[in-house]
């Protein structure tokens, strides 16, 4: 029996899968059929699979009524999440493009505020004036989020000789990294974190999570590392402690609307680098593997991998 | 019997040893009188050590007769070991706050280079065009000289998931990184390396080791880091190809003059980033325990460490 699978994304995206999937599927011993949306004369109720990315063509998912699964091209799935007509079994990627790519964004900046780099990248008066900052095991990070990002994100930065606090709504217990849970939790995290990185869901408990009260309790100076989502800080408080200076510095990635438009003031404000939305991004290769073990274990009977917990959103 | 140890440095050094250097002879069981050069009316062969930087007020050791060992500061000895005065043995300072401090700033501009953060750190147009970089395992890094600070800053950046590989004079073996050494084993390395981290001693043999002719071997674009010595670098053959773009960009710690003269064309070369000697640096408590612990070593018959070869130069 060949499986159909459609595979609903922006345009663009085809060029990059129109290779590597069908390697991927064919690797796993997959008789597989593959078309993006529009190409192939399939009856909906015929469809298998569907690969998905939240701005491609799809929104409504109940025609697709033997769909066995939609596999979603992105590790963010908020907007699809709360979507009535995805009743079938939705799962995240989960890609090592993603989590290295996160990692060497995310240990990047953490170490360009902790050495101080921008003082020499940017010099324009020529000065020459040693300053040495502490070192990394004297330099407390805060990682908010573990799941699998946060994770990898937590064990580069304890390797480097950070010492790490992560916290996670439910309790986790990750070697290396001190582990916090509960408002209790993130409290602690937030006083003792020199440098703070957010790598949590968006969901409605994670909503502006970084609000006015809870910046106020990271010590005198700190910085912000936000890769994660836009939606978790609240831009206005943020905003008013970068004025006061009493948060050092705000590198952000995600926003709540993107491209950032232009009259933002995060652009030119001295405190807050802007990053395109590149911290991390799926790579065809590597995605097309994780899609096609998914397929290839649900064929068999095995459970989905990264199946989204509809409840918690993520 | 009390030892008496004579402390040769820069005036302002004596304030960050004054607390730390006592309590770590103390802490090793050591009877020790500790005095900065002339605070104490000590005849020069009554003195037992000397503790010592290049820039301090001591420069001819001949009539310290009866000196058991001198114990440098600093990492580098290039100023001192030729000078015929000085035939007691000399050690090298090898801290933990050296090496750690190398480490964050060679992986922080390592980590620079290879996520392209220039380009966010510096955007006044506020242009939002995401590009994405390679993958760390995608981004092959050399790092020539594995010796202490070498083989730490190899192994944090294999240890992020860079393909390393290292080159010395005489074959080491280290284990993650691909080991090379001699001339042949040098090209090797060159000719792989997309960043370039020097971190060898300065000798006769290694001056001016990276000149036209080698660094006409590395890929189109490579980006040189030199935290090692000034001397490494033909500066002339580095700018030129640097004009010509071949080599992609220069992060300079260090120079054949500190401070690097203001008429310098480094200083406004838009390839180049200058930073002012601060990679690394002796940090006063660990450094005081290295002392100690050498001084405690010899008194008990046991081999000082880090010990100078006189011919090698290192």
Redesign the interface.
Known sequence: MTLRILFSAPPDFWADYAEVLPEALAAQGLQADLAPVGTADWAPETVDYLVFAPSGPISDFSVYTNAKAVLSLWAGVETVVGNPTLTQPLCRMVDV?IA??M???V???V??H??G??A????PG????????P???ERPIGVLGLGELGQVCAK?LA???FPVSGWSRNARDVPGIDCQSGPEGLETVLRRSEILVLLLPKTPETENILDARRLALMPEGAVIVNPGRGALIDDAALIATLDSGRIGHATLDVFRT???P?DHPF??HPRV??????AA?T?PATASKVIAENIRRNESGEPLLYRVDRAAGY
């Open positions: 493009g290295e790519g990692m060497q964004w240990v990047a900046h170490l360009r902790h050495v780099l921008d020499h990248v940017v010099n020529h000065l020459w004036k040693p300053t040495h900052p070192l990394t095991h580069a390797g480097l000789g993107e491209p950032l232009q652009w030119a680098t802007v990053t395109p939305h590149v991004t790579r």
